[in-house]
């Protein structure tokens, strides 16, 4: 039982932490655009499954690869909060607020915003280059994938918790997430899996790109320092020359 503590705490420890103290000084003040997502999301649903809403909510908030890409991207910041008609609405409110509410406190709200709206629009660029692909590559979609929605607020939340996971050390987590959207797609072969591994795709490049980069200047840095020490030693040589020279008799 100790063993299984120390295991949660050095795997949510940092995160468990963040979010008390912000919850601890503001409350539910503490997640305005994760509150705001939600109520979002549970007013385009309502709208959505309305028949007066349906062509409304699906003209401003539905994605498609056969939409033009300016139409498309046009679409994309709504679409984030357009959940499946097909799909427990309740189940993608409570994943939006959870996760939502815990990347704003430990991100910042416009971080949060900015991240999400990435996942969301990898998966929505890659539908388009996977049905330019093909059935036949690996990586490919069917033709008729190009006239099916986009996932909506699911991608944006796993990208966010694999961002989480991985920025705060909570790499077991972030690994649950992963290896169950690879077996979504492996039991259940459609866009809105391949969507979710295009978004943590992007995910995880951004979470590596700050290690490359401090690497980088590391290796820079190492450089500078090598020819700087030669620099020095050629120095000292020729003051060594020079006292040698002056202590000569003439």
């Known amino acids: 039982m100790k063993r299984i503590a120390r295991w949660a705490r050095a ?4 995160l468990y932490v963040t979010v008390r103290e912000h919850l601890r000084r503001r409350r539910w003040r503490a997640v305005p655009l994760a509150v705001t997502s939600v109520c979002l999301t549970l007013t385009l649903h309502l709208v959505h499954s309305r028949s007066w809403g349906y062509d409304v909510v699906q003209d401003v908030g ?15 910041p ?3 909060f357009v959940p499946a008609l097909d799909l427990p609405v309740w189940g993608a409110l409570l994943q939006i ?21 990435t996942a969301t629009l990898a998966g929505t660029l890659y539908a388009r280059l996977g049905i330019w692909l093909g059935p036949d590559n690996p990586l490919g979609l069917p033709a008729s994938d190009a006239h099916v929605v986009d996932t909506g607020p699911s991608a944006a939340v796993v990208g966010l918790a694999v961002f989480l996971g991985w920025r705060y050390g909570a ?3 972030a690994g649950a997430v992963i290896a169950a959207m690879l ?4 039991l259940k072969e459609n866009l809105a899996g391949r969507e979710h591994l295009a978004a943590i795709t992007a995910m995880l490049l951004l979470c590596t790109l700050p290690a490359l980069r401090r690497r980088r200047t590391g290796e820079r840095g190492g450089a500078d320092d090598e020819g700087g020490g030669g620099r020095e030693d050629g120095v000292g040589r020729e003051d060594r020359a020079d006292s040698q020279a002056g202590s000569r008799p003439q």
Do not use: K
């Open 97 to 117: 607020l959870f996760v939502f509410g815990i990347a704003e406190m430990c991100l910042g709200r416009w971080r949060t915003l900015a991240l999400a709206y």
């Open 171 to 173: 790499r077991v987590t």
């Open 11 to 14: 795997e949510w420890g940092p």
């Open 78 to 80: 709504l679409s984030l």
């Open 183 to 186: 077996i979504e797609v492996l």
């Open 62 to 76: 539905a994605v498609r690869a056969a939409d033009p890409l300016w139409l498309a991207l046009l679409r994309t």
